[in-house]
């Protein structure tokens, strides 16, 4: 078997041939991709093969298949994994091994073992999802590719330590040791003052986890001075931002769900969409609000074909960094915890998690905060530093920002409640943390 450094550092060379800076280029590779993925998951996949039927198409017609949801997903599991995987033996697997903190659970598959993560999901359905030894390796070595810092390769002739801070699904990353390189995946169910302590005698050169995570680190008296931060699996803020390039160093970001690696940071520091390796369709809800509908054009365990998002993104123009993929102008937030809030004519508003992390963000030296809808008109602010002044400014731009979306500022009431202190000693909680939520349900 080769090396899992190998076929890390395999991926990572492969990668820079996938860094098209011709959009015709770009769109004849991940066409030629998906034809090939479309006729394998056709073979392999059982519950591909069935819905493409159901809709009369044939594999070559996919992108007319009616987009499924993380419900459909989980719901025929035995038959869309392509390892003949049962949910109920995945899941099984997957609580015995966060309950013993034991990461790298592990099921045996046609092409050898394939690990098993839950996700971190908010709400509703929880996932499972399956990623076979190659494909772990394989997403390893785009990481590397895009995220050490420039110039490639000549970045591999240095020692590199990489930590990963990631949830229980952490064992997906657990990977690579080397002579040259050094992974690290740091345990989130241990107390947060002992990753700290990890953290800070691990000496990183490329610190990858999710902002809240990184914060409480931080907080923690965690001291490290890698070349770069990478912030994955949240919507990193503007209050994240400043304070992790003050106590870490320069931070990028990675948009990544559970259902693949979606975009990645080019060196201008703007995130452009994985398109040689994802396929995105849109949906488009108005206002230049896109939900994605994605297709994975090379995992195929666990296969990912017109499967919808619940994140709304916001497109950008060209970049001047000159990459063909598509440049992510920002990410909304997630549809289900857009408020909805009464219209000046008495109809339901959406507002997106966007407009109110935009208002927040104004706050001069606001370092922590929430926001939660709890009634039909009924807005729940927490702000740290919490004073007077600042709950006067943060009612001024929410109401510019409500205003801003059609809502009627002056029906929604705003209540301010003290935010609850973080425990040092606890582990970092399991669910996404969500600044902006919306907790009532119509
Ligand atoms: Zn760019």
Not at 188 to 210: D, H, K, N, Q
Not at 411 to 436: C, I, Q, S
Request: aromatic share 6%; with cysteine.
């Amino acid at each position: 078997m080769i090396p899992d450094g190998l076929l890390v550092l395999r991926s990572a060379f492969a990668e820079s041939r996938l860094m098209f800076r011709d959009r015709d280029r770009l769109e004849r590779y991940a066409a030629g991709q998906a034809a090939a993925q479309m006729r394998w998951l056709a073979v392999h996949s059982p519950y591909t093969a069935q819905r493409l039927r159901e809709a009369e198409l044939s594999p070559l017609e996919w992108r007319s298949l009616p987009p499924i949801g993380k419900a459909e997903m989980m719901g025929h599991f035995d038959t869309l994994n392509t390892a003949g995987l049962r949910l109920e033996d995945v899941l099984a697997v997957a609580r015995r091994a966060e309950s013993s903190r034991d990461f790298t659970p592990t099921l045996p598959g046609p092409a050898g073992p394939v690990t098993v993560g839950l996700s971190s999901g908010t709400s509703g359905t929880q996932g499972a999802f399956l990623v076979s030894r190659a494909e772990r390796l394989q997403w390893a070595g785009v990481i590397l590719r895009r995220l050490l810092p420039p110039p490639w390769p000549a970045a591999l002739l240095k020692r590199q330590r990489v930590a990963f801070l990631l949830r229980a699904e952490g064992g997906l990353y657990r990977s690579v040791q080397g002579r040259r390189i050094d992974f690290r995946f740091f345990d989130l169910l241990r107390p947060v003052s002992e990753l700290a302590a990890g953290l800070s005698a691990y000496r990183p050169t490329l610190l990858i986890g999710p902002p809240s995570v990184l914060r409480a680190l931080l907080t923690a008296g965690a001291a490290a001075a890698p070349e770069r931060v990478v912030a994955v699996a949240e919507v990193l803020e503007q209050v994240d931002r400043a304070l992790l390039e003050a106590g870490f160093g320069p931070v990028v970001q990675v948009y990544q769900a559970t259902e693949g690696l979606l975009a990645l940071p080019c060196p201008h520091g703007h995130l452009h969409l994985n398109e040689a390796h994802v396929h995105f369709d849109w949906e488009d809800l108005g206002g230049g609000y896109l939900r994605p509908v994605i297709t994975d054009l090379r995992r195929r365990t666990q296969p990912v074909v017109r499967h919808r998002l619940d994140d709304l993104l916001v497109l950008g123009g060209g970049c001047t960094c000159g990459l063909a993929a598509r440049r992510v102008e920002r990410i909304a937030g997630r549809q289900d915890d857009a408020l909805l809030l009464p219209g000046a004519a008495g109809e339901s508003v959406t507002v997106w998690p966007d407009f109110i992390r935009g208002a927040m963000n104004l706050l001069a030296g606001l370092r922590e905060y929430r926001a939660e809808q709890t009634g039909a008109d009924t807005l729940r602010l927490s702000l740290d530093p919490d004073t007077g002044e600042g709950r006067a400014s943060a009612e001024r731009e929410v109401r510019a920002a409500l205003r801003r979306c059609g809502a009627d500022a002056d029906r929604v009431r705003l209540e301010f409640v003290p935010l609850a202190a973080p425990d040092a000693d606890a582990p970092v909680p399991r669910a996404k943390r969500r600044r902006v939520a919306r907790l009532w349900t119509p």
